[in-house]
């Protein structure tokens, strides 16, 4: 059964860094999308970043360019998000997604929640000013 472990959030100041990381496990992800959301109170779902695992090719939202990163360790089959310069609008809870075998790549795909067939727990990311 797949899993996904997210780990790493927190309180920090405006300013500061992150690294959140979430642990896949229970499937083949060597093909597999891999996705960061997030969802702020009362607003819906948002994508984040996303990476292709067999290419490595990364995408992110406007909103997060520049100063998020996403990465992976094949070794540990773990996807992190590196956040620098953190805002107060960054704070959310934070969703790692994946879809296996998607049928092909695009950034209007990868952005698409409902495209994911699996999801982490979340973690709370807060940003204070």
């Known amino acids: 059964q797949v899993q996904l472990v997210e780990s790493g959030g927190g309180l920090v100041q405006a300013g500061a860094s992150l690294r959140l990381s979430c642990a896949a496990s229970?499937?083949?992800?060597?093909?597999?999308?891999m996705g960061w959301f997030r969802q702020a109170p009362g607003k819906e779902r948002e994508f984040v970043a996303a990476f292709i695992w067999s290419v490595g090719t990364t995408y992110y939202a406007d909103s997060v360019k520049g100063r998020f990163t996403i990465s992976r360790d094949n070794n540990k089959n773990t996807v992190y998000l590196q956040m620098n310069s953190l805002k107060p609008e960054d704070t959310a809870v934070y969703y790692c997604a994946a879809e296996l075998i998607p049928p092909y790549y695009s950034s209007r795909r990868v952005a698409t929640a409902n495209n994911y067939d699996y999801w982490g727990q979340g973690t709370q990311v807060t940003v204070s000013s």
């Open positions: 229970g499937g083949t992800f060597s093909s597999a999308a």
